[in-house]
């Protein structure tokens, strides 16, 4: 690693040249990776309902629908839209009054039922079936020129608006996540260290690697919004840690090596890479953790940032050390004395008192656990953006108007006999929370045989191999009744249809429901045996791990438990991946306050008096850490406008704090109280340096 060292400050302008040339092919790639904005996309492509959703584009060339809520207009008005909109690009069809019946003949004619499914007071409602997929960029560029066609008198509401909007608020957004935590990063680093320009050279350096990072995403072809969102802000936070601690390492190098600051960077740089690779290494086996989801939403956010934190890493020991040793002379003259004071002096208290700290953790972690477990979750993507969206908007006119909140799918056989469908349609029609169906039949009436019906006509809802129908449903999206609703219409289904598949936003979140609480189980689990494992072999011990992983964990029970009291739900992504990266990001302040432990306990002090050398020397390294991303995610929790982002980085910041207090006072306590028996069952814990497991001390 010496060697390592020595290059990198020999090749230190090559470095940072090549650094800076490589920025340009990843801008090019952030430009060429597309942003998948749909969530429910990354569900098991074998699950019905997905499997649904192609024969969907494959038979009826048809991957999404909206409806559109038009107010206030004739029908002539009506009629003259519809055509607009069918002259949208990748728009196939509108289902309207018009598209079956003619004008000519007045639809007061028509049953009071069949007039319902059309319209409602000064309302009319349209079905837009679009053929693109529910979250292509054709989709949303057609909503968005739907949108135009009619201004204020146009509601045009389901997932591929709902998708539209989040990408208007990611976009008017994205740059500010990135500024304001960079902003505050900056500050915190400022008031924590001994040189005002520094940190700026921190910032740029973890800059270029998020953007190595972003551009290298261009590989897998497209991201999650989430993880777009989300990468730059987490990447800053977590790294942020090993530049700190090549920026200690180098002045303690710089007092070793008087007036020799290459040298003193090369020992820093090898000493940066011994300690930052086995603490990376438990932070990136968090990472890894959410790759084992079935929801590959986990897999996308798992390989970035997993990715994100290597490059992290090969960053802060080659462009780092080189921006610091070429600009070493105006971060010399910002130099100042740290303006946080020493809070290693508080050690002494902490450690004398550690029983006052046990007691505290036994009598708060009943009702962490309890929070915990009893934390609500959402799934409804919808219900939680900001009400002056129009997706929003366009769902209460549906909702106030048609009575309708969300609408299913029905694909079935082409077979089924009219009166088949009919029956299977009026048993439908009588299921608790079904405003409508519309199907063929439902709209051009039993009287009419289908052979009458023109091909043009027909092929909008039937062809061949299937016939399609939509169920108009008053109950929201992830509500417990929509979900009983699923299951009574897919019994019918399967009555009349044994091959039919019930597909859209409800079914496919009532999937999500089901997927995600399994997968919540099995990334706590590995991410939980991956970190003991990672700690084991490096303290070769049997209780450090256990504490150090128990500690981290009742950090988390707090954090994730707190919403339970507060009232607050929380996307049910939070869920699966706060804790796996919150264990993953801030078991780190365990390991360095243990290392040093050890080292203490090596060189022949008691238990006290190494804890108290352990806490009193990692203290501010563990305050600079966590308020370092507890800065670069506070910022974006409090402006971003989509509640699933906002929520995660609430958590995220929140749990850099939690751990961090976690980590300072619960810890020491756990060494104090359990020290016998670390030493016994742990190598190179003893006054020997090699004491082995089961010797007794």
Not at 190 to 205: N, W, Y
């Amino acid at each position: 690693m010496r060697k390592f060292g020595k290059g990198v400050v020999k090749m230190r302008a090559p470095i940072l040249i090549l650094s800076l040339l490589l920025l340009v092919p990843s801008v090019l790639g952030i430009v060429n990776t597309r942003i998948n904005y749909d969530i429910l996309s990354y569900l098991p492509k074998d699950i019905e309902t997905m499997q649904g959703q192609d024969i969907l584009i494959d038979e009826f060339q048809t991957g999404a629908f909206s409806i559109c809520v038009v107010e206030g207009m004739e029908n002539r008005e009506v009629a003259s839209l519809r055509k607009q909109i069918e002259g949208v690009s990748h728009v196939k069809s509108v289902i309207w009054y018009d598209s079956i019946a003619d004008l000519s003949v007045p639809m007061e004619i028509l049953p009071e039922d069949v007039q319902g499914k059309f319209t409602k007071g000064n309302c009319t409602m349209m079905a837009i079936l679009f053929d693109s997929s529910m979250s292509s960029d054709e989709t949303m560029e057609a909503v968005a020129q739907i949108r135009t066609l009619a201004n204020r008198q146009c509601f045009v509401s389901g997932m591929s608006a709902v998708v539209t909007d989040i990408k208007d608020i990611c976009n008017e957004e994205m740059t500010a996540y990135v500024a304001i935590a960079a902003l505050l990063s900056c500050i915190v680093l400022a008031l924590t260290m001994d040189s005002f320009l520094a940190p700026v050279f921190f910032l740029l350096s973890i800059g270029m690697a998020i953007l190595y990072n972003l551009g290298s995403n261009m590989i897998s072809g497209e991201i999650c919004y989430i993880t777009q969102a989300l990468a730059a802000v987490l990447q800053l936070g977590v790294t942020m840690d090993y530049s700190i601690f090549l920026w200690h390492s180098y002045e303690e190098n710089q007092a070793r090596f008087p007036g020799d600051k290459k040298r003193a960077m090369s020992h820093a740089i090898s000493n940066t890479l011994g300690s930052v690779l086995s603490s990376s290494t438990t932070t990136v086996a968090g990472f890894v953790a959410l790759c084992f989801m079935t929801f590959t939403l986990g897999l996308d956010l798992g390989v970035v940032m997993a990715k994100g934190v290597l490059i992290g890493v090969i960053c802060c020991v080659t462009v780092l050390p080189s921006m610091l040793l070429i600009f070493d002379k105006p971060i010399s003259k910002t130099k100042h004395r740290p303006l946080v004071p020493d809070l290693g002096k508080m050690a002494p208290f902490i450690v004398k008192h550690y029983k006052v700290f046990v007691a505290i953790f036994l009598i708060a972690l009943g009702p962490a656990l309890y929070g915990y477990t009893h934390t609500d979750v959402y799934y409804d993507l919808a219900g939680t953006l900001p009400k002056d969206l129009p997706s929003v908007q366009a769902n209460e006119k549906l909702d106030e108007t048609f009575q309708m909140n969300t609408t299913h799918i029905l694909l079935l056989d082409s077979g089924v006999s009219p009166k088949d469908v009919r029956d299977m349609t009026s048993k439908m029609e009588e299921v608790g929370g079904v405003s409508s169906v519309i199907g063929l039949e439902s709209v051009v009436g039993a009287a009419v045989p289908l052979e009458m019906i023109p091909d043009d006509i027909k092929g909008k809802l039937m062809n061949e191999n299937y016939q399609m129908m939509l169920v108009s449903s008053e109950y929201k999206i992830a509500s417990e009744e929509v979900n009983q609703q699923i299951a009574e219409l897919n019994h019918i289904l399967k009555e009349y249809a044994p091959n039919g598949m019930l597909i859209g936003e409800a079914p496919c979140t009532k999937d999500l429901i089901t997927i995600t609480d399994k997968d919540f189980k099995v990334v706590s689990i590995i991410s939980i045996i991956a970190v003991f494992l990672i700690i084991l072999l490096t303290f070769q011990s049997i209780t450090v791990p256990l504490i150090l992983v128990s500690v981290i964990e009742f950090a988390i029970f707090i954090n994730m438990g707190l919403p339970a009291y507060t009232g607050t739900v929380l996307p049910f992504i939070a869920s699966v991946v706060i804790g796996t990266i919150q264990l993953g990001a801030t078991v780190d302040y365990a390991i360095l306050m243990t290392t040093r432990y050890r080292k203490e306990r090596q060189r022949g002090a008691d238990k006290q008096e190494a804890v108290t050398i352990a806490l009193s020397t990692s203290i501010s390294s563990i305050i600079g850490s966590a308020l370092s991303f507890f800065a670069a995610t506070v910022g974006v929790a409090l402006y971003s406008r989509i509640d699933m982002i906002g929520s995660l980085c609430t958590l995220m910041s929140r749990g850099a704090i939690i751990s961090m207090f976690v980590a300072i006072f619960i810890l020491p306590a756990m060494f104090m109280v359990f020290d016998k028996v670390i030493c016994a069952t742990s190598r190179h814990f003893g006054a020997d340096g090699a004491t082995l497991v089961g010797t007794n001390h």
